[in-house]
């Protein structure tokens, strides 16, 4: 492989490093408590702007508290509910898919069903509609969203499956009188595993960025707690004369959705899988 | 062909019946649509009054099958709180959505083509995994940020663009333009790899043998087959793109199907949030079928059969 195609996996694979490293140290590196407010020091620009300090590096939002260990804490937050969801949905999908793979027939009709009657489902406005009734909290967010984010998982799966079993060493399974539990957990599974792994990145850039939606639009991680669509919903209402307030936040969930894409596609190429849809 | 049709016709009802089951349970699953209505300090002769007004004391099955016998007779019920008839709601709201959706798919084709024939014509060159890194950044952008950007940028740093509504045409075009990103990753991959394999198909080579100049090889031959799945594909993106319009209908004020909705669940006023979903899964159902039926008559492989 060439150096540049193996480019994607490496930038996006030091971003996500990264991410987790931020993820686990993040709040001892940070420089003030996030939740901590200082009303007399609202708005203070990043550093690289005029009136910067070094003492606040991304400077401080409308109620005074550091931008940059909100954002430490927000990336935590972020990934946290990436791969709560990916787990879950992880779990759901791949079931559903080898289960309607494995066995065609029939019970393949089902699950392609269950599929289409899933991606009918317009996702942010069933989503909205659950947190709304069931309260907002960070599990709220990650189960709803882990719940209804599986269709890529079950669509893969199941082709995946459908391919796998057609190969020898499956027969030769079968032949050997080991059954169906063994046949899906040992032969297939592993086999599909590749194509899964793929999937999980792409729905964890989706997911953190339908949570972060949910939080703009009011039903998501409730405050205070920095969740990066939240500090994009909160700072807007100040974006027209401070745009980096709203800028910075973004920019970091773009990276960190960005990273995360572009690993999975170096992971593609070289396990050589397919990326669903 | 009629029994494919008459199969995916089938097929699309029972989707849309079983969403519309569910978004019924989940809507009556908390016990506190009566209360919404009534506020928090309401009596509970009150709310016992309103629940019985709005038939919310009935038993589950029966509330639902009244409501599904009155929808397919178009009647969707009033809103709680508008005290409006839902479907002229609905039918106020929807075209501006549409409208937003149309233009929306309009950029994305317009985009997404030309970038996918340029980088599969220059496969794996810079250029190639640039237009990709491209489409995964696009990918990548929160669409309510890009919003909030594009607001900042072209409404108020350079004016050019109204930065909230749609009481001009204009007022379309930044919303559109973030809409747009939710199907331009997609299209424009499908036709790269449509690309990549059509020039290397065997059709191509005899375009070549002919000696045909490459711009009619790539699009005349190549581009012709390689169009089929995007054009198929942007039918379900048209529905992925109208299920999106919430979070850009909200960032941009405009008052169309996505916001009616947000502005529903937020009051709890479930008859509008139903009617929405289930208008959305018709939508999708529709979509999904027009797309296997254009990808069926657009090949002549599929539709001898």
Known sequence: MSWTRRLPLLIGGFIVTLAVLIAIFGPLLAPHDPFTQDLGHRFTPPAWLPGGSSLHPFGTDQLGRDYLSRLLLGVRISLEIGLTTVVLSGLIGTSLGVIGGYFGGWIDSVVLFIISCRLAIPLILVALTVVFLVGSSLTVVMLTIGLLLWERFAVVARSATRQVITLDYVAAAWCAGCSRLRVILGEVLPNIVHHLIVVATIDMAIAILLAAALSFLGLGVPPPMPSLGLMIAEAKDYMFFTPWVIEIPGIVLCVLAFGINLFGDGLRDALGADRGR | ?305
């Not at chain 2, 030309?114 to 952008?141: F, K, N, R």
Request: include cysteine; charge should be neutral.
């Open chain 2, 1 to 305: 062909m009629l029994r494919f049709l008459l199969r995916s016709l089938l097929l699309g009802a029972l989707v849309c019946l079983t969403v519309l089951i569910a978004s019924f349970i989940l809507s009556r699953a908390s016990g506190n649509l009566a209360i919404n209505i009534a506020g928090p300090e309401a009596s509970p002769e009150a709310i016992a009054k309103i629940e019985h007004q709005l038939g919310l004391d009935r038993p589950l099955p029966v509330q639902f099958l009244d409501w599904a016998g009155r929808a397919a007779h178009g009647d969707l019920g009033d809103s709680f709180l508008f005290h409006e008839k839902v479907s002229s709601l609905i039918s106020t709201h929807f075209p501006i959505t549409f409208r937003l959706g149309m233009l929306a798919i309009g950029i994305a084709i317009v985009v997404a083509l030309p970038l996918g024939i340029t980088a599969a014509l220059w496969e794996g060159t810079a250029l190639d995994i640039a237009i990709g890194s491209v489409a995964l950044l696009g990918q990548a952008v929160p669409g309510f940020w890009l919003g909030l950007i594009l607001i900042i940028w072209f409404g108020i740093d350079l004016q050019w663009l109204p930065i909230a509504g749609v009481a001009t045409w204009q007022g379309y075009v930044l919303p559109a333009i973030v809409l747009s990103f939710v199907a331009i990753p997609v299209m424009l991959r499908l036709t790269r790899s449509g690309m990549v394999d059509a020039m290397r198909a065997d059709y191509v080579r005899t375009a070549r043998a002919k000696g045909l100049s490459r711009g009619s090889i790539v699009l005349k031959h190549a581009f012709r087959n390689a169009a089929m799945p995007v054009v198929a594909v942007s039918a379900v993106q048209l529905g992925f793109i109208l299920g999106g319009s919430v979070v850009v209908e909200v960032v941009f004020n405009i008052h169309g199907i996505g916001y009616l909705a947000w502005e529903s669940i937020g009051k709890g006023d479930f008859p509008v949030v139903q009617a929405v979903v289930l208008l959305f899964a018709l939508i999708f159902v529709g979509l999904t079928m027009l797309s296997e039926l254009m990808g069926a008559l657009l090949d002549p492989r599929v539709r001898g059969h």
